[in-house]
């Protein structure tokens, strides 16, 4: 699983994701000052895989890595937004590198096609936020995108367009909450996996409710 470089230059994937370290920010994140959500229940099983990556995940790394296949990961301790959503999923028995790529393979022109290529690459495809939100759209977990926060729930997933850098985001809905009754989100926009109150901070582009198989 190593970087891949070129004439001594390391090659940067094109994620179209996650980085908050341009040169225009995206807006900070609201500090939940207090939690609503009971802690007498138990987190639904996504949000508690995504919560363990934080203090495991401190570094953001946008680098192409060549990885196995399934299964294949970049090291626990750094990755990009979209591996927040891949790790948590693959705990609860979905692998998205195999499931994307199968996808990919069938119906590559179903895809979006951004990055100037003609086939799939099992390495790179299911770690780009519009790939994921393709995929989770043609699973039918599609829900509405609104600005009520009764409409998000705990183990939701939600992509963003990033203000003033215009990137795009995903990160999974946590089942706690700011003091306005907002839910957290779980992601890695630049610093490692974090919690925090981002959900409505960027312009909500994609809200998907996973249907997995117990």
Known sequence: MKPIHAGGVLLLA????CDSSTSTKAP?????ATHVAATTQP??????AARRQIGVTRLYDPAYVEMPYPGGDVPAERGVCTDV???ALRVQGLDLQR???EDMRAHFAAYPQNWGLKGPNLHIDHRRVPNQMR???REGWSQPITTNADDYVGGDIAAWKLTGSGLLHIGIVSD???????PLVIHNIGSGAVENDILFANTIIGHYRPVLAH
């Open 43 to 48: 987190s639904p099983p996504l949000v508690a």
């Open 176 to 182: 706690r909450k700011s003091r306005d009754g907002t």
């Open 85 to 87: 959503t891949v790790r």
């Open 99 to 101: 499931a994307i790529h």
């Open 14 to 17: 094109l994620l179209a994701a």
């Open 135 to 137: 995929w989770f759209e």
């Open 28 to 32: 900070a994140a609201r500090e939940p």
